[in-house]
């Protein structure tokens, strides 16, 4: 059974820095080809795929997020991390780590996120207050 745990969600004003990370249990990140990513939903609001990793380490962010979030892996420590940078109010939201289980370790678009049959962890909660 896989298993996604996030943490680092936190509570920090416009302007400051967070990281996140994922661990994996249940299988290896080196031994299963799955494209990794985040994505965020906040209350009210549609969600979104806010960044995608490929097993090759190829990144895909959406528009909102480029230039001051940076997805990463590393798959010795079966973990997965997102440095958010010079956060907005609008960032707020719900984080999900996810693994797609798709694409033989390749995400083409970030709504790869939301296929079926991708494992997803319980979120980690990011409050960025103006």
């Known amino acids: 059974q896989v298993h996604l745990v996030e943490s680092g969600g936190d509570s920090v004003q416009a302007g400051g820095s967070l990281m996140l990370s994922c661990v994996a249990s249940?299988?290896?990140?080196?031994?299963?080809?799955?494209?990794l990513g985040w994505y965020r939903q906040a209350p009210g609001q549609e969600g979104e795929g806010a960044a995608t990793?490929?097993?090759?380490?190829?990144?895909r962010y959406a528009d909102a997020v480029k230039g001051r979030f940076t997805i990463s892996r590393d798959s010795a420590k079966n973990s997965l991390y997102l440095q958010m940078n010079s956060l907005k109010p609008e960032d707020t939201a719900m984080y999900y780590c996810?693994?797609?289980?798709?694409?033989?370790?390749?995400?083409?678009?970030?709504?790869?996120?939301?296929?079926?049959?991708?494992?997803w962890g319980q979120g980690t909660q990011v409050t960025v207050s103006s």
């Open positions: 996810v693994a797609v289980t798709k694409g033989g370790g390749y995400c083409y678009l970030l709504t790869d996120l939301l296929y079926d049959l991708n494992y």
């Open positions: 249940g299988y290896r990140y080196t031994d299963t080809d799955y494209c």
């Open positions: 990793v490929d097993i090759d380490g190829r990144t």
